[in-house]
C-alpha cells in the first residue's frame, strides 16, 4: 500500500542553503560536463584503447542511451526512498564509474562504464529541483536564478575544457576530474542536505515497465550505431524490427496501469501540443548533439586537429550558445514559441554557411573558416534551450507537470542517442567512400533537414511558456 506523506518544513539557514545549492550544481556539473566530453575525447581513447568507428559513437550514445532508460525511473525512486538518499547513491555510482571510466584498458571496459555512468546520472539529475525547493521553500525564484546560468555555462564550456584536460594530462584525466568534485558534492551535501520524508514510501516500481523501456531503446540503438560497420548482418535487421513490438508493449503495458503507478503517464501525450513538443525534442536534440560529434570527428579524425586544437576550433559554437542563451532568457515571455522559430532560422543559416565551407574549401579548411557559421548556428541553438521545456509545458495542468518535464529530459537523451547513431554512421560511411569533407558537408544537411523538421513542429506547440 502507498503511504503518501507531504513534504515536511523545512528550517534550513540562509548560509546552509547556499551551501547545499552548491553541492546540488556539482552533482549537476558531473552530468553536463560527461555529457559532453566524449565527442572530444572519443579519437583520443580510441588511439590509446583501440576498437573501430563504431567505439567511438558508443563512447557518447552508450551514456545518453543509459541516461533516456534510468531517467524514467530516477526521479520515481526519489518519491520512494527519499531526494537526499538517492541524490548521494547516484553522485557515489557516478564518481565509481569515473574512475573506471579513467581507468579503462580495453573498449568494452569503457563503454560499460561510460553505461554506469549515465544510470547512476539519471538517478542523480531529477532529484536536483526538488532539493532545491526542499533548500528553499518559497524563495526558490533566487536559486533557479542562478542555476539556470551556471548550467548553460557549463554545458558550453564542457568541451573546451575537454580539450585543455585531454592535451594537459592525457584522455583519462577527463574522467578523473570527477572524483573531487564528487567528493565535494557527497561531503557536503550529507552534511547540508535536508532529508525530507519520501512522498510515495511503500509504492511500487514499475520494474517491467522499466525492462521494456531499456530493451526497446536497445534493440533500436545497437544496430544503428554497428550495422553499417558489420555489413547489416541479420541480427541487425531483426533488432530494429523487434524495437517497434517492444516498445509498442511497454506503451500497453503503461496503459494497463493507469492509477498503480506507471513508469510514465500517457495521459499527457492526449494533447497535441505536448505530442508535438517531444517529436521536437528529439529531432532537435538528435540533430545538435550528432552533428557536433561529427564535426569533432571531422576535426580530429579527418583533419588530425589535437583534441584541444579541436575544441578551440570549435569555440565559435559556445560563444555563440552563450549569447543565444541570455537573449533567450530575456525574451522567451516577451516572443513565446516565436524565440523557437528564430533561433531555429539561424540554426539553417549556420548550417548553410557550413555546408558552403565543407564543399568549396573542404579538407583544406582551417578552424577560422568554421568560426562565423558556428556563431551562428550556437546563437540559435542558445535561444532554444532556456524557454524549450517551459513552452512545451505551456499546454499542462498542474499536476502533470512534474510528469511531463521528466519524460521529456528522457526524450531528451533518446533524441541524442539516435543522433549519434544515425548521424555517426552517416558521417563514417560516407567518409570510407567520398572523404571526410563529403562526409560533413553530408551530415550537415541532414541535421538542416532535422532542423526543418522541428521548424514545422514548432506551430503546433503552446504560444508562451508556463511561468509558474
Known sequence: MTVLAPPAPVAVAPPRRWTGLFAILAADLLNLLDGTVGNVAAPAIRAELGGSAATMQWIVAGYTLAMAVGLL???????????????????TGFVVASLACGLAFSPATMIAARVLQGLFGALMVPQSFGLIRDLFGERTGKAFALLGPVIGLATILGPIVSGLLVEAGGWRSVFLINVPL???????GWKVLPAVPPTA??????????????????MLVVPLVQGHELGWPAWTLVLLAASVPTLALFVLHQLRRRGRAPLVDLGVFARRS??????????????????????????????????LDASLAMSGWAVGAFLGSAFGGALMNRLGRRILHLGLALMTTGLGWLYAVFTGIGVALDGWDLTGPLVVYGIGMGMIFVPLFDIIVGGLRDHEVGSGSGMLSAFQQVGASLG??????????????AGFAEAAARVTLLAAGATAVTFCLGFLLPKRARLE
Open 73 to 91: 525511473t530516477g526521479g520515481r525512486l526519489g518519491d520512494m526512498y527519499g531526494r537526499k538518499r538517492m541524490m548521494m547513491v547516484g553522485v
Open 182 to 188: 564528487g567528493a565535494f558534492a557527497l561531503a557536503v
Open 201 to 218: 514510501r511503500g509504492a511500487r516500481l514499475d520494474t517491467t515497465g522499466a525492462l521494456l523501456a531499456g530493451a526497446g531503446l536497445t
Open 274 to 307: 505536448y505530442a508535438s513538443g517531444v517529436a521536437f525534442v528529439v529531432a532537435f536534440f538528435g540533430s545538435i548533439t550528432g552533428f557536433s560529434l561529427v564535426v569533432a570527428l571531422f576535426l580530429q579524425v579527418g583533419l588530425r586537429y589535437s583534441p
Open 420 to 433: 549519434v547513431a544515425v548521424l555517426g554512421t552517416v558521417f563514417f560511411s560516407t567518409a570510407g567512400a
